[in-house]
């Protein structure tokens, strides 16, 4: 864990000086970094609660999803959808046929 504190350090270093390069996001991003300090950043970061949206999202949320759109104008909208069902298609056939998926030893 130190390790990884040293390096979101550097890495946090390295953006102030090339703040330049950042792009508008990526300065909004740092500054939401910088505003509740990097030991905060790093204790949420630890115990996962960045993931909380998400999980929330896809494991309790019973929305459907049918109006989120991908995209400024929802132009990669099915392109998204597609991918995601391919994706859905690939684990469940994985699973179905004995396959492990990923950490798993069978």
Known sequence: RHR????LRQQHRRTQSNS?????LQR???SLIES???DTWEELNYYN???LTYLYKHHVSSS??????????????????SN????????????NNGMSTVGENN
């Open 4 to 7: 990884n504190r040293r390096k």
């Open 20 to 24: 330049n390069c950042l792009s508008p």
């Open 28 to 30: 909004w991003f740092v």
């Open 36 to 38: 509740i300090g990097l």
């Open 49 to 51: 609660v960045t993931s």
């Open 64 to 81: 459907s999803g049918q109006h989120e759109y991908f995209g400024i104008y929802g132009e990669d909208t099915k392109q998204m959808k």
């Open 84 to 95: 995601h069902e391919s994706l859905k298609l690939f684990w469940t056939l994985g699973n």
